[in-house]
């Protein structure tokens, strides 16, 4: 069994910043890529930005140059630094980690304030 803890959400006004925190435990050798994805109320789940285990990254053009992702392997953690906040970027942030199995994290809520 694997669980993820998320942490870090919050309220902020546009132009701050915030870190998203994922921290992966249980039956983990070795994880091949960490993400974050975002669901904004009547939209789908949308990708923010990936990792790979060798630290490659990946971002959706909407974050690029704003948010950056990475990850410490020895902890099985995954962030997400969050800059220049924009009232879109609000949402509910999920944590994604593909062992090769899939798990998702419980979600953590991002509210960024015109």
């Known amino acids: 069994q694997v669980h993820l803890v998320e942490s870090g959400g919050g309220l902020v006004q546009a132009g701050g910043s915030l870190r998203l925190s994922c921290a992966a435990s249980?039956?983990?050798?070795?994880?091949?890529?960490m993400g974050w994805y975002r669901q904004a109320p009547g939209k789908q789940r949308e990708m923010v930005a990936t990792i790979t285990r060798d630290g490659i990254p990946n971002y959706a053009d909407s974050v690029k140059g704003r948010f950056t992702i990475s990850r410490d392997n020895a902890k099985n953690t995954v962030y997400l630094q969050m800059n220049s906040l924009k009232p879109e970027d609000t949402a509910v942030y999920y944590c994604r980690i593909i062992l090769p199995r899939n798990y998702w994290g419980q979600g953590t809520q991002v509210t960024v304030s015109s």
């Open positions: 249980g039956n983990i050798f070795s994880i091949n890529l």
